[in-house]
């Protein structure tokens, strides 16, 4: 077992595995790499030189106490914001950023202030996703450590927002809500993973009466007049947001008012659990995920003008007499997050003016330029910027303003926006849920996705069709 499972992780996450020699393994002696091999100075005069020494001294402060940490953030957050400004400058370095990332990271989390360090986190995968860690670095970041810190702080938050979701109604059906299923197959037409795909998603959709578009191609997706979208030039990983998009414009009967995107290696495994059941989870409560009392978030003498802002900001109703948390915008989007972020295989979005700017947004999206134009999760890292760098790390900025946000559990992404736990929207096969340390697909969820998984090799073809015969097998006894 342990021999195929390595076998079956190199096969299908593409990386090869180190194994000692006689010698034993490679030798790392990263006091004797010069910053300025690793990352020269960029075209547009930056000196990461400067930028690690001015980390190392503000890192040297972790032990001067809670006076000590303060400036530490505020010094890291200001040197973060000149390495990614602009945004994309950042990935001249990538691990010099992300490892100001996963020292900010720390730093909230002995604050307790678990839904930032989480947030901090995702952004510095974004730096690490195109490429990997290298572990014989000069930088003080290590994949091994930053995955840990991630699973941790995406436990505690997933816990944390529990009070947010309704109850689980698998079988739920919202008669007057019409849901599109859209999947891009552009394989062949005799690929195991189009063939088996497709029959998966005709077949859920056929049983619940959703409406399906399936893509063979780029030659299905026309240009978007409306949104100033056409894939002609884009990378086949952004043409979803223009098929989705062209879907949401339907006119008439055939108007969604929820899309769900499906990659083509993402598979239905629980025949019985609606698309509704979803929504109706985590988009019908719109109270915001906090685990405080009504009382303390409503605005008190001695609050301080931070404070109040802020409370009337997050919590309005609360301030005019509401008893409860409901109250805020309505629900858009539903994303999954993994240890390392988004995950945008699977997602939900209603069909509003809101998600039509947030997809033009998405789309139009700026930071992949200079050192960042070829990276390889490049719709993944866009969605995340769009969604997460407000919030996440330009915020860090106003230091009180931060600390009180987080205080008053202030969230960390549009308050349009909610994640969805893996199991109820995605959850990944072995090798994958593996290596970034998230869930691996248990019998009751409800989609099983491959990421990673070359779709020629063999071993990745056994895991689609056995979730495809999971799902007929379970259909056969449902009907």
Known sequence: MLIFYGTLLSLAVGRVLVTPDEKGLCECDYFKI?????????????????????????????????????????????????ATTPFHLGFECPLATASLYWSLAQDMAAEGRMRRAQALLIMGFIFTRDKGFNECTPWPVQGWDMLLGAL??????????????????PTYRDGTSKIA????????????????????????????GYALYQFGGPEDIYPNVNANMSIEGRKPFFWKVNAVRNVMDLEGSERPDW????????FYMDPERSIDSVIRMYAYNTSHPTEKGVEKLRIHQGDSEIAQALKWTLYPHLQDGGENLEGGPAVELLVAVDSTGI????????????????????????????????HNCSDQSTMQYELLYDGSTRQLLDYEGAREWDRLDGPMWPREVRVVR?????????????????????DADFIRHH?????????????????????KEKLQRLI
């Not at 893996?422 to 697909?441: G, I, P």
Request: hydrophobic share 35%; charged share 20%; net charge negative.
């Open 259 to 266: 899309v769900m995107w499906m990659d083509c290696d993402a």
């Open 181 to 208: 299923i859209v999947s891009i197959c552009g394989y062949a037409a005799n690929e195991t993973v189009r063939v088996l795909s497709e029959e998966n998603h005709a077949l859920y959709a056929q049983l619940h």
């Open 152 to 169: 941790h702080a995406r436990q505690y938050v997933e816990s944390a927002e529990v009070p947010s979701q309704l109850p689980d109604v």
């Open 34 to 82: 010069d910053i300025t091999d690793e990352c020269p100075k960029t075209s547009m005069g930056f000196d990461w030189e400067v930028l690690g020494e001015e980390l190392y001294k503000v890192r040297a402060l972790t032990f001067a106490g809670s006076r000590g940490r303060e400036h530490r953030i505020r010094q890291l957050s200001a040197i973060l914001n000149t």
């Open 343 to 374: 995950n945008n295989g699977v997602w939900m979005i209603r069909n509003s003016e809101w998600s039509k700017n947030f997809l033009s947004r998405w789309w139009n999206s700026g930071i992949l330029e200079g050192a960042g134009k070829d």
């Open 451 to 471: 990421p990673g998984c070359h779709y020629y090799k063999l071993p990745c073809q056994w895991l689609y069709a056995e979730a495809s015969d999971i799902f």
């Open 422 to 442: 893996q199991e109820h929207m995605q959850s990944f096969h072995e090798a994958t849920a593996q290596s970034v340390l998230s869930r691996e697909y248990q």
